[in-house]
């Protein structure tokens, strides 16, 4: 009989409830002890919703109650030393290595793969050690067999959990310290050995990577060691293909090996292709994991078959990857459309599919004969759909000219004209863009989306919220402003719902990181704008004001990226139509009179292949498809862009050739490891970020001047600026206005040490 599994289930809940909880907590309106409560029901929910499915083994463990690389750090007793922190870790503790304190800034924060989602980095040196203190994991274990659940514990395998930390110190090799980590992972697998757990899950996604050959010849030392002691393992990989390692891992010593087809199908041929390992299961990720469209149930079937001939019950089927990053269920969202919600598949369709693939290979095609015939119908239907296709989209795509990629000069002609108009100071100061979402804002944007109150009502008091944060700039002394986006709920939802060709849900939650939950519109059909979405509120904000305030975009990558996008066409194609809605918002800012215009893209990284081999085609459309939103406009026009919490230093050519006259950028968290390196070099201006906005912790005027003066040796004084690493949309006015108070002195501060002369005043602009 076909064994099928998951892989593993979002932490958050259904309806935001550990965010919620987190965020009580964080406030002090919680304790310790109601957040385990909170914890244990969600998991004993999320077990049970799983296993009405019908799997076979439901995946434990690996719930979060801010990060799994984060638990991994406390449940290896890798914590580093700068925290001062010893023995097992409690709430309080966890929350300061994700959150900062006032004696250390957090673990740095970066992207997972090429998705949205954040993991917290390890941080490693010569003299880490590692110790297991599993009791919280095994609590869960515990929790589970109670329930008499079929329990497969879940952890993030030992290379992975090295390759995706940082070395702290240099001289050293993080790969010397796998030697000091087996054993941590035998204490902890042999514990669940000797509670009778029959099949242990250690992920291993890096082997997706071009991982260098001395990594992948440590694989059959490690899973030697660690087989000796464990129950069953599944070594799991996901999102690319493993490549030419494929031959290495089916010999491992594993008990079974699962391989993402829907990243890469050819892995099923080439392992059938390899000698048998009659001793190892397969598992075959058939559904997607990643994307919300209905899986092909017939395709999926005949591949499915084909294994089965020759692996017959040592196949087992299971979403590609973790479901991590899909909604939790389709069924509780009432307000899509009938015919677009046909085709979708959230969390628990996905393992619906599965046991529908299941019933057809172990009973027959013929048994699921209704379920294949409503499957291949939606199909049909969506292909031909009339609401995908716009033949304006697509015909002025193919008039686009290579000159709409292009500004009308060069950098260094622009630098001169928008010096010359804007006349800032040396070390301008701006802000990212959002301003702190209160519950008053939100709850105004709630009634007015249900209309309790007018429209006119509403923009009234969106226009008194934009008023307050113009006037708090001006009083801090910032020298480029924003209008603070109180009537943005989302930096891609926003934009979104003003463009044809997405759709949205109500409760299609995916968590970003640690309490940040985003609710990812899906993209259906060609992308256009019928008119502008941002032109009246930036327009007013500038009137307030004689500085000038930034016009605030999305860019196209990141709304791609952010979105569940289409699987019916090329990435480049739909990212195209989005920078072209996007270009036409560019030239109506313009000639509104807004001359700084930042288009943000904090999903350029996260959308690069994992493979090196696949990158330049990538990075290519991408910083065209900028270029093409952007270009649009005069000399004088300021174009700004902004990226965060991914690793930028080996794409930074490819950075630069977006062309932007300025990048603000995430660095504080990383103490500006990206300017440090020799590959850095970004020719335009910038903004490496000086202090860390996910932090509580406000940042002391000397801290962020050292930080400048660190800058300094990489960036030229006539190309720096000073602002944040990212939006304050999450925190609190007690947290920003201190922050921002403290940044403009210390812009301030530097600027008379460096070079007074240079200063302009702005009562003289």
Same mark, same amino acid.
């Given at each position: 009989?076909?064994?099928?599994?998951?892989?593993?289930?979002?932490?958050?809940?259904?309806?935001?409830?550990?965010?919620?909880?987190?965020?009580?907590?964080?406030?002090?309106?919680?304790?310790?002890?109601?957040?385990?409560?909170?914890?244990?029901?969600?998991?004993?929910?999320?077990?049970?919703?799983?296993?009405?499915?019908?799997?076979?083994?439901?995946?434990?463990?690996?719930?979060? %109650?801010?990060?799994?690389?984060?638990?991994?750090?406390?449940?290896?007793?890798?914590?580093?030393?700068?925290?001062?922190? !010893?023995?097992?870790?409690?709430?309080?503790?966890?929350?300061?290595?994700?959150?900062?304190?006032?004696?250390?800034?957090?673990?740095?924060?970066?992207?997972?793969?090429?998705?949205?989602?954040?993991?917290?980095?390890?941080?490693?040196?010569?003299?880490?050690?590692?110790?297991?203190?599993?009791?919280?994991?095994?609590?869960?274990?515990?929790?589970?067999?109670?329930?008499?659940?079929?329990?497969?514990?879940?952890?993030?395998?030992?290379?992975?959990?090295?390759?995706?930390?940082?070395?702290?110190?240099?001289?050293?090799?993080?790969?010397?310290?796998?030697?000091?980590?087996?054993?941590?992972?035998?204490?902890?697998?042999?514990?669940?050995?000797?509670?009778?757990?029959?099949?242990?899950?250690?992920?291993?996604?890096?082997?997706?990577?071009?991982?260098?050959?001395?990594?992948?010849?440590?694989?059959?030392?490690?899973?030697?060691?660690?087989?000796?002691?464990?129950?069953?393992?599944?070594?799991?990989? %996901?999102?690319?293909?493993?490549?030419?390692?494929?031959?290495?891992?089916?010999?491992?010593?594993?008990?079974?090996?699962?391989?993402?087809?829907?990243?890469?199908?050819?892995?099923?041929?080439?392992?059938?292709?390899?000698?048998?390992?009659?001793?190892?299961?397969?598992?075959?990720?058939?559904?997607?994991?990643?994307?919300?469209?209905?899986?092909?149930?017939?395709?999926?079937?005949?591949?499915?078959?084909?294994?089965?001939?020759?692996?017959?019950?040592?196949?087992?089927?299971?979403?590609?990857?973790?479901?991590?990053? &899909?909604?939790?269920?389709?069924?509780?969202?009432?307000?899509?459309?009938?015919?677009?919600?046909?085709?979708?598949?959230?969390?628990?369709?996905?393992?619906?599919?599965?046991?529908?693939?299941?019933?057809?290979?172990?009973?027959?095609?013929?048994?699921?004969?209704?379920?294949?015939?409503?499957?291949?119908?939606?199909?049909?239907?969506?292909?031909?759909?009339?609401?995908?296709?716009?033949?304006?989209?697509?015909?002025?795509?193919?008039?686009?000219?290579?000159?709409?990629?292009?500004?009308?000069?060069?950098?260094?002609?622009?630098?001169?004209?928008?010096?010359?108009?804007?006349?800032?100071?040396?070390?301008?100061?701006?802000?990212?863009?959002?301003?702190?979402?209160?519950?008053?804002?939100?709850?105004?944007?709630?009634?007015?989306?249900?209309?309790?109150?007018?429209?006119?009502? %509403?923009?009234?008091?969106?226009?008194?919220?934009?008023?307050?944060? $113009?006037?708090?700039?001006?009083?801090?002394?910032?020298?480029?402003?924003?209008?603070?986006?109180?009537?943005?709920?989302?930096?891609?939802? %926003?934009?979104?719902?003003?463009?044809?060709?997405?759709?949205?849900?109500?409760?299609?939650?995916?968590?970003?990181?640690?309490?940040?939950?985003?609710?990812?519109? &899906?993209?259906?059909?060609?992308?256009?704008?019928?008119?502008?979405?941002?032109?009246?509120?930036?327009?007013?904000?500038?009137?307030?004001?004689?500085?000038?305030? +930034?016009?605030?975009?999305?860019?196209?990558?990141?709304?791609?990226?952010?979105?569940?996008?289409?699987?019916?066409?090329?990435?480049?194609?739909?990212?195209?139509?989005?920078?072209?809605?996007?270009? !036409?918002?560019?030239?109506?800012?313009?000639?509104?009179?807004?001359?700084?215009?930042?288009?943000?893209?904090?999903?350029?990284?996260?959308?690069?292949?994992? +493979?090196?081999?696949?990158?330049?085609?990538?990075?290519?459309?991408?910083?065209?498809?900028?270029?093409?939103?952007?270009?649009?406009?005069?000399?004088?026009?300021?174009?700004?862009?902004?990226?965060?919490?991914?690793?930028?230093?080996? $794409?930074?050519?490819?950075?630069?050739?977006?062309?932007?006259?300025?990048?603000?950028?995430?660095?504080?968290?990383? !103490?500006?490891?990206?300017?440090?390196?020799?590959?850095?070099?970004?020719?335009?201006?910038?903004?490496?970020?000086?202090?860390?906005?996910?932090?509580?912790?406000?940042?002391?005027?000397?801290?962020?001047?050292?930080?400048?003066?660190?800058?300094?040796?990489?960036?030229?004084?006539?190309?720096?600026?000073?602002?944040?690493?990212?939006?304050?949309?999450?925190?609190?006015?007690?947290?920003?206005?201190?922050?921002?108070?403290?940044?403009?002195?210390?812009?301030?501060?530097?600027?008379?040490?460096?070079?007074?002369?240079?200063?302009?005043?702005?009562?003289?602009?």
């Amino acid at each position: 009989m076909t064994t099928t599994h998951n892989l593993g289930f979002p932490s958050i809940g259904h309806k935001r409830e550990l965010k919620k909880a987190l965020e009580f907590y964080w406030q002090g309106q919680c304790n310790d002890e109601t957040l385990v409560t909170i914890g244990r029901h969600l998991r004993a929910k999320h077990w049970h919703l799983q296993q009405e499915t019908g799997l076979d083994w439901v995946p434990v463990g690996e719930f979060s %109650y801010y990060d799994r690389m984060l638990d991994m750090i406390c449940l290896l007793g890798s914590v580093p030393k700068r925290f001062g922190f !010893d023995g097992e870790i409690g709430f309080a503790e966890y929350f300061a290595l994700a959150r900062g304190n006032k004696a250390q800034p957090a673990l740095e924060m970066t992207k997972w793969f090429d998705t949205n989602y954040h993991y917290i980095v390890p941080e490693f040196t010569a003299e880490t050690t590692f110790e297991a203190f599993p009791e919280k994991f095994l609590g869960m274990v515990e929790e589970a067999l109670q329930l008499n659940l079929a329990a497969k514990p879940v952890l993030i395998g030992p290379l992975t959990f090295l390759c995706l930390g940082k070395e702290k110190e240099d001289g050293f090799e993080r790969l010397s310290l796998l030697s000091r980590l087996i054993p941590a992972y035998q204490s902890i697998l042999s514990q669940l050995k000797a509670r009778g757990i029959e099949w242990v899950q250690l992920d291993e996604p890096a082997l997706a990577l071009d991982l260098p050959q001395a990594w992948v010849q440590q694989l059959q030392p490690a899973y030697k060691a660690l087989a000796q002691v464990a129950p069953k393992i599944l070594l799991t990989t %996901y999102f690319e293909s493993v490549g030419d390692s494929l031959p290495l891992l089916k010999s491992l010593p594993v008990a079974g090996l699962h391989l993402d087809l829907t990243a890469a199908a050819d892995q099923l041929e080439a392992y059938l292709s390899l000698p048998d390992n009659a001793d190892q299961v397969l598992s075959v990720g058939v559904v997607d994991g990643r994307g919300i469209w209905k899986t092909d149930l017939q395709a999926a079937l005949s591949m499915l078959e084909k294994a089965r001939l020759r692996l017959g019950d040592r196949l087992w089927v299971a979403p590609g990857c973790s479901l991590l990053h &899909v909604p939790v269920d389709l069924a509780q969202e009432t307000t899509i459309e009938p015919e677009l919600k046909d085709w979708l598949a959230f969390g628990l369709q996905k393992l619906q599919e599965l046991n529908t693939l299941r019933q057809g290979l172990d009973l027959g095609a013929s048994s699921i004969q209704g379920e294949l015939a409503a499957n291949r119908q939606s199909m049909q239907n969506r292909a031909h759909s009339g609401h995908i296709c716009n033949p304006q989209v697509r015909e002025r795509i193919r008039n686009l000219s290579a000159d709409a990629a292009m500004r009308q000069h060069d950098f260094s002609i622009r630098q001169k004209r928008q010096q010359e108009k804007f006349r800032l100071p040396l070390f301008p100061t701006t802000t990212i863009g959002s301003f702190p979402q209160t519950d008053e804002i939100r709850e105004l944007r709630s009634a007015s989306k249900k209309g309790k109150i007018s429209g006119a009502d %509403y923009e009234f008091a969106m226009r008194s919220e934009i008023r307050e944060c $113009i006037e708090m700039q001006e009083k801090m002394g910032l020298d480029v402003l924003v209008h603070g986006e109180p009537e943005r709920n989302d930096m891609v939802e %926003y934009f979104g719902e003003q463009l044809q060709g997405f759709a949205f849900t109500q409760h299609g939650w995916v968590q970003s990181y640690g309490s940040r939950c985003v609710k990812p519109p &899906v993209i259906y059909g060609d992308v256009w704008r019928e008119q502008s979405m941002t032109v009246s509120w930036i327009r007013y904000a500038q009137s307030l004001t004689t500085r000038p305030v +930034k016009g605030m975009l999305t860019g196209p990558v990141t709304i791609l990226q952010w979105s569940f996008y289409r699987n019916d066409q090329s990435r480049e194609e739909t990212a195209l139509q989005i920078a072209l809605a996007i270009r !036409d918002e560019v030239c109506d800012l313009e000639q509104a009179g807004i001359r700084v215009i930042q288009i943000d893209e904090p999903a350029y990284r996260e959308g690069l292949p994992l +493979k090196r081999k696949d990158w330049n085609a990538y990075l290519e459309w991408a910083s065209r498809v900028f270029r093409v939103a952007a270009s649009g406009v005069g000399d004088d026009t300021q174009i700004h862009t902004h990226m965060c919490y991914s690793e930028f230093h080996d $794409i930074m050519p490819a950075i630069a050739a977006m062309d932007a006259d300025v990048i603000t950028i995430e660095a504080s968290r990383s !103490d500006l490891e990206l300017l440090q390196r020799d590959s850095f070099h970004y020719p335009n201006e910038i903004g490496p970020g000086v202090y860390d906005v996910h932090s509580p912790e406000v940042p002391e005027v000397g801290q962020m001047v050292a930080l400048l003066e660190k800058m300094r040796g990489a960036v030229a004084d006539d190309n720096l600026w000073v602002n944040p690493d990212c939006g304050l949309k999450t925190r609190q006015w007690k947290e920003v206005k201190p922050a921002l108070e403290n940044m403009v002195a210390a812009a301030r501060q530097l600027r008379e040490k460096v070079q007074p002369e240079k200063q302009v005043s702005l009562t003289n602009i």
